[in-house]
């Protein structure tokens, strides 16, 4: 049998693995990647420039991870740094798309086209923060927690001194932790869920499901890290409002019921000069919907048990099949790169009960932090929700409410809503609820929001240049690999 | 005809605003749509509303029929509220046609008399005239030519106030509800049947674009009516740099050509929100709306030869429709002799958002037996070209530049 190509889109955790597995199961593999390193938003680094003695501080799981990289050298893996994939074609029927990169970031100019025609294909581009809008929401200083994490992280910068962190999820607390290492001051951490909804979500034993991915020891450092810190952390409070002038200057908390809606007489203001906000998060689904992979129906890409999408070819491992952490988010890589390869299944049979459990864990962690369903409430007529167009909540609900705009394409033509620049990452699921919510109706068509065929944003010389064929050795840009 | 029962298929633009016509004339209109209001084909164009691309025959008569209709029907949409007009966004902008060659000035020179002898407003623009009407465009141009009767609607909105038009006058609408054959009585139509129940009629007006000829062909009468990809690209928002609907010269050839492959032509204008509309292409391949980058590298080409300025411009999305094509590229409108009770009011190809409303005009009149504003001859169902693909050989169009 010919040696079969990989093609690896995304180098965090999941990447990564699949990248390793895939090498050791005998395949040469291409591994392309937006940033200029490896690691994902998980082990984001500093940038090469800072050159860093301890490039390990705030971070977890270094070693493995050092280990991992190295995959990035071997001499059957290609390593492309820096380079976008802005389009996934669907070319031979039963074969995997065809991957079209440019060559350079995501904003550069006069960047190559070249296109890959890999035997399998495994997406592995994770998430992004979901934020809900609320008013002065576009205020700056106002930080999704993911940003601020990369912040801390990746340029060890400092979102501020009075900070307070508040949204839902585990993510909450690695974040408190990232901003206080690095020396800002967190004021409190709120979760707007309950305890109540947070222990029915997890079920029975859930620190054994935790240990069983490997992530009680990471959350057991969080606690002790808020306790030594003395962070307050508040369940059922929630940031319902920024206010300032030309910058966040004081947040409205309220306390809210199991549904978010704020109970009446609860709200306080604390002054602030940072606020990170985090709901969740929204997978990269742009190159899944690209590929024609099915989704589920929380939104999340489908896999079976070898990590295999409905489309041909098409493998997808970490967070875009369900927010677990990182350590699932290795077993999927592993299982995905090794079957990618065509593997035989029983020297992953481990990885696979690893990120079996990796699922059951990624649905107890949404069932633990759900969104509740009233938070459109703390919107006002003039709230933006779609920042690009500048669209408010009051535009949504009218052009929503029309009986013959029915057609979800329609009221974001009408309104602009998810038509600017970010291409409704940031709003399409919120504008899909609120739309849902003005025609009360229960189940909005979630696909949609994420159709872009134009992945990434493409300059017109670019496009008009021909494309090159580009092999499995090929180095485009012969950036020097990390070491 | 008061009482008669009229089921529309399709609630894009042409069946919305013969949902209106119809309604407005009095008769009981059902508007039914297999998914939802403008979802379809109408929403994904540019929302044209030409002119300048027709030669004289009977798309230009339908076309200049047209144009007299629009102000008088955003004039009675204006009346309803200020809502649903300013959602047409109706833009008068004019369009530039330009020729890159001296063989295709020459063509165009032809063409715009031709144009000019039927009684369309079209205007010369020598080089000074075209750097201030167009000054990002590139100075290698042989002939340019300005329509002042060229304008655009944001199509989905346009599509909405004719449907809440004709709801207001007494229409009703059901959607995601789809056709899935008709019921004959005696020879002649009298309902459709659907994924939600029956629906009686009396007459049947099949309105659905490119799917015309699935559904007709569910009915028992089918039409020739075939799908043609097209694609758009859409630019982040810029400062205002294209200031018309500026298209190349070969655009009406392509428009014109029967050729199943690959047709592409510049077309570059600027939408209300800033973004630029780049177009665009034509190709026969059903219904597979999967992307094809060699497509878009055609389009972005064909664009830059007209505004090599936009060379840094990011795309950042892009979209693609099917227009419904008949061989002949003439619309089809009025009853289908096979099967009384069945009308037809499809096949725009690319024109139905402008075509649309003087469609619906000439439908009103030949349902209610009146003398048509102008002659549908060319337009009727009773003609090779979409009667069958045996018949469909024959004729293709005369057209100017074709």
């Given at each position: 049998?010919?040696?079969?190509?990989?093609?690896?889109?995304?180098?965090?955790?999941?990447?990564?693995?699949?990248?390793?597995?895939?090498?050791?199961?005998?395949?040469?593999?291409?591994?392309?990647?937006?940033?200029?390193?490896?690691?994902?938003?998980?082990?984001?680094?500093?940038?090469?420039?800072?050159?860093?003695?301890?490039?390990?501080?705030?971070?977890?799981?270094?070693?493995?991870?050092?280990?991992?990289?190295?995959?990035?050298?071997?001499?059957?893996?290609?390593?492309?740094?820096?380079?976008?994939?802005?389009?996934?074609?669907?070319?031979?029927?039963?074969?995997?798309?065809?991957?079209?990169?440019?060559?350079?970031?995501?904003?550069?100019?006069?960047?190559?086209?070249?296109?890959?025609?890999?035997d399998a294909l495994v997406l592995a581009t994770g998430v992004h923060d979901r934020v809900l809008p609320f008013p002065g929401w576009e205020l700056p200083g106002v930080f999704t927690a993911g940003a601020a994490q990369a912040l801390a992280k990746g340029e060890r910068v400092v979102v501020g001194d009075r900070v307070v962190i508040a949204g839902t999820g585990p993510f909450l607390l690695p974040v408190a932790a990232s901003l206080t290492e690095a020396g800002a001051g967190v004021l409190a951490v709120l979760e707007a869920n309950r305890p109540a909804t947070v222990l029915r979500g997890w079920a029975s034993r859930p620190w054994e499901l935790a240990a069983q991915v490997g992530k009680a020891a990471e959350l057991a450092e969080y606690v002790v890290g808020q306790v030594r810190h003395k962070v307050p952390y508040a369940m059922g409070q929630a940031v319902i409002e920024a206010r300032g002038d030309g910058r966040v200057e004081e947040v409205v908390i309220a306390r809210v019921d199991p549904d978010w809606s704020v109970i009446a007489g609860s709200e306080r203001t604390l002054a602030v000069d940072a606020l990170c906000v985090s709901h969740g998060f929204s997978p990269q689904l742009e190159l899944p919907m690209a590929a024609g992979c099915a989704l589920t129906a929380a939104g999340f890409v489908e896999v079976d048990e070898d990590q295999r999408c409905s489309a041909p070819g098409v493998y997808a491992a970490g967070e875009i099949t369900g927010i677990a952490g990182a350590p699932a988010a290795v077993a999927e890589g592993t299982v995905a790169g090794w079957f990618a390869a065509g593997g035989a299944p029983a020297a992953v049979s481990a990885a696979r009960r690893r990120a079996a459990a990796g699922r059951a864990f990624a649905r107890r962690l949404a069932r633990a932090h759900p969104i509740g369903t009233a938070w459109p409430d703390w919107l006002r007529e003039q709230t933006v929700v779609c920042r690009c167009e500048e669209t408010t909540y009051a535009a949504l609900c009218r052009a929503a409410g029309a009986p013959t705009r029915e057609d979800p394409r329609a009221v974001r033509l009408a309104t602009r809503a998810g038509l600017g620049p970010c291409q409704a990452r940031i709003c399409g699921q919120t504008v899909t609820e609120i739309t849902a919510r003005a025609r009360e109706q229960a189940d909005a068509p979630r696909a949609e929001p994420h159709r872009r065929p134009i992945a990434q944003p493409i300059r017109l010389g670019e496009l008009a240049a021909p494309a090159a064929q580009a092999g499995p050795s090929d180095r485009p840009n012969m950036k020097e690999s990390e070491s | 005809m008061y009482g008669t029962r009229v089921v529309v298929l399709g609630a894009g633009i042409v069946g919305a605003a013969c949902a209106r016509e119809l309604a407005e004339a009095g008769l009981e209109v059902t508007v039914i749509e297999r998914d939802r209001p403008a979802g379809g084909t109408t929403s994904h164009g540019e929302g044209n509303v030409l002119v300048s691309d027709k030669g004289p025959g009977p798309e230009l008569a339908l076309t200049l029929l047209s144009m007299r209709l629009?102000?008088?029907?955003?004039?009675?949409?204006?009346?309803?509220?200020?809502?649903?007009?300013?959602?047409?966004?109706?833009?008068?902008?004019?369009?530039?046609?330009?020729?890159?060659?001296?063989?295709?000035?020459?063509?165009?020179?032809?063409?715009?008399?031709?144009?000019?002898?039927?009684?369309?407003?079209?205007?010369?623009?020598?080089?000074?005239?075209?750097?201030?009407?167009?000054?990002?465009?590139?100075?290698?141009?042989?002939?340019?030519?300005?329509?002042?009767?060229?304008?655009?609607?944001?199509?989905?909105?346009?599509?909405?106030?004719?449907?809440?038009?004709?709801?207001?006058?007494?229409?009703?609408?059901?959607?995601?509800?789809?056709?899935?054959?008709?019921?004959?009585?005696?020879?002649?139509?009298?309902?459709?049947?659907?994924?939600?129940?029956?629906?009686?009629?009396?007459?049947?007006?099949?309105?659905?674009?490119?799917?015309?000829?699935?559904?007709?062909?569910?009915?028992?009468?089918?039409?020739?009516?075939?799908?043609?990809?097209?694609?758009?690209?859409?630019?982040?928002?810029?400062?205002?740099?294209?200031?018309?609907?500026?298209?190349?010269?070969?655009?009406?050839?392509?428009?014109?050509?029967?050729?199943?492959?690959?047709?592409?032509?510049?077309?570059?204008?600027?939408?209300?929100?800033?973004?630029?509309?780049?177009g665009s292409s034509r190709r026969q391949v059903g219904f597979d709306d999967r992307l094809r980058p060699h497509v878009l590298s055609a389009i972005a080409v064909k664009a830059l030869r007209l505004f090599p300025c936009l060379a840094d411009t990011a795309v950042m999305r892009c979209y693609g429709g099917f227009r419904p094509y008949v061989d002949d590229h003439l619309p089809v409108m009025g009853p289908d002799p096979r099967l009384p009770g069945l009308w037809h009011a499809t096949g725009h190809e690319g024109a139905g958002i402008g075509l649309s409303v003087g469609t619906a005009r000439l439908l009103r009149q030949l349902v209610l037996g009146e003398t048509p504003d102008i002659d549908t001859t060319a337009f009727r169902v009773d003609r090779p070209a979409v009667l069958g693909a045996s018949n469909a050989t024959t004729t293709h169009k005369e057209r100017g530049l074709a």
């Amino acid at each position: 049998m010919a040696v079969r190509q990989v093609a690896v889109v995304g180098a965090g955790p999941a990447g990564l693995a699949a990248a390793e597995a895939a090498l050791s199961a005998g395949a040469t593999v291409t591994v392309i990647e937006s940033a200029e390193q490896p690691g994902g938003q998980y082990h984001r680094m500093l940038p090469r420039a800072y050159q860093a003695t301890h490039p390990q501080r705030l971070q977890h799981h270094w070693r493995a991870f050092e280990r991992r990289r190295r995959a990035l050298l071997h001499p059957d893996c290609t390593w492309w740094p820096e380079c976008t994939v802005w389009a996934l074609e669907q070319a031979e029927p039963g074969m995997p798309p065809r991957v079209h990169v440019l060559d350079g970031s995501v904003d550069g100019t006069g960047r190559p086209r070249r296109v890959l025609e890999p035997d399998a294909l495994v997406l592995a581009t994770g998430v992004h923060d979901r934020v809900l809008p609320f008013p002065g929401w576009e205020l700056p200083g106002v930080f999704t927690a993911g940003a601020a994490q990369a912040l801390a992280k990746g340029e060890r910068v400092v979102v501020g001194d009075r900070v307070v962190i508040a949204g839902t999820g585990p993510f909450l607390l690695p974040v408190a932790a990232s901003l206080t290492e690095a020396g800002a001051g967190v004021l409190a951490v709120l979760e707007a869920n309950r305890p109540a909804t947070v222990l029915r979500g997890w079920a029975s034993r859930p620190w054994e499901l935790a240990a069983q991915v490997g992530k009680a020891a990471e959350l057991a450092e969080y606690v002790v890290g808020q306790v030594r810190h003395k962070v307050p952390y508040a369940m059922g409070q929630a940031v319902i409002e920024a206010r300032g002038d030309g910058r966040v200057e004081e947040v409205v908390i309220a306390r809210v019921d199991p549904d978010w809606s704020v109970i009446a007489g609860s709200e306080r203001t604390l002054a602030v000069d940072a606020l990170c906000v985090s709901h969740g998060f929204s997978p990269q689904l742009e190159l899944p919907m690209a590929a024609g992979c099915a989704l589920t129906a929380a939104g999340f890409v489908e896999v079976d048990e070898d990590q295999r999408c409905s489309a041909p070819g098409v493998y997808a491992a970490g967070e875009i099949t369900g927010i677990a952490g990182a350590p699932a988010a290795v077993a999927e890589g592993t299982v995905a790169g090794w079957f990618a390869a065509g593997g035989a299944p029983a020297a992953v049979s481990a990885a696979r009960r690893r990120a079996a459990a990796g699922r059951a864990f990624a649905r107890r962690l949404a069932r633990a932090h759900p969104i509740g369903t009233a938070w459109p409430d703390w919107l006002r007529e003039q709230t933006v929700v779609c920042r690009c167009e500048e669209t408010t909540y009051a535009a949504l609900c009218r052009a929503a409410g029309a009986p013959t705009r029915e057609d979800p394409r329609a009221v974001r033509l009408a309104t602009r809503a998810g038509l600017g620049p970010c291409q409704a990452r940031i709003c399409g699921q919120t504008v899909t609820e609120i739309t849902a919510r003005a025609r009360e109706q229960a189940d909005a068509p979630r696909a949609e929001p994420h159709r872009r065929p134009i992945a990434q944003p493409i300059r017109l010389g670019e496009l008009a240049a021909p494309a090159a064929q580009a092999g499995p050795s090929d180095r485009p840009n012969m950036k020097e690999s990390e070491s | 005809m008061y009482g008669t029962r009229v089921v529309v298929l399709g609630a894009g633009i042409v069946g919305a605003a013969c949902a209106r016509e119809l309604a407005e004339a009095g008769l009981e209109v059902t508007v039914i749509e297999r998914d939802r209001p403008a979802g379809g084909t109408t929403s994904h164009g540019e929302g044209n509303v030409l002119v300048s691309d027709k030669g004289p025959g009977p798309e230009l008569a339908l076309t200049l029929l047209s144009m007299r209709l629009w102000p008088q029907v955003l004039a009675a949409l204006a009346d309803r509220g200020a809502a649903d007009t300013a959602a047409v966004e109706w833009d008068p902008k004019g369009g530039i046609v330009v020729a890159t060659t001296e063989d295709g000035a020459a063509e165009l020179d032809r063409f715009a008399a031709a144009q000019r002898a039927a009684g369309v407003l079209v205007e010369r623009l020598d080089s000074a005239a075209l750097a201030a009407a167009e000054p990002r465009l590139t100075r290698e141009v042989t002939a340019a030519f300005h329509y002042s009767g060229d304008a655009q609607v944001q199509p989905a909105g346009a599509a909405t106030a004719l449907l809440s038009a004709a709801v207001a006058a007494g229409a009703t609408v059901r959607t995601g509800c789809e056709v899935l054959g008709g019921t004959v009585r005696g020879g002649r139509l009298i309902g459709v049947r659907t994924s939600a129940g029956a629906q009686d009629a009396d007459i049947v007006v099949n309105a659905t674009g490119p799917w015309s000829g699935d559904v007709s062909a569910r009915i028992g009468a089918p039409i020739a009516v075939r799908p043609r990809r097209g694609e758009v690209l859409v630019t982040t928002p810029m400062p205002p740099t294209v200031f018309h609907k500026v298209y190349g010269a070969d655009y009406i050839a392509a428009v014109g050509s029967g050729s199943a492959a690959l047709q592409t032509s510049a077309v570059v204008e600027s939408t209300r929100a800033g973004t630029i509309l780049l177009g665009s292409s034509r190709r026969q391949v059903g219904f597979d709306d999967r992307l094809r980058p060699h497509v878009l590298s055609a389009i972005a080409v064909k664009a830059l030869r007209l505004f090599p300025c936009l060379a840094d411009t990011a795309v950042m999305r892009c979209y693609g429709g099917f227009r419904p094509y008949v061989d002949d590229h003439l619309p089809v409108m009025g009853p289908d002799p096979r099967l009384p009770g069945l009308w037809h009011a499809t096949g725009h190809e690319g024109a139905g958002i402008g075509l649309s409303v003087g469609t619906a005009r000439l439908l009103r009149q030949l349902v209610l037996g009146e003398t048509p504003d102008i002659d549908t001859t060319a337009f009727r169902v009773d003609r090779p070209a979409v009667l069958g693909a045996s018949n469909a050989t024959t004729t293709h169009k005369e057209r100017g530049l074709a």
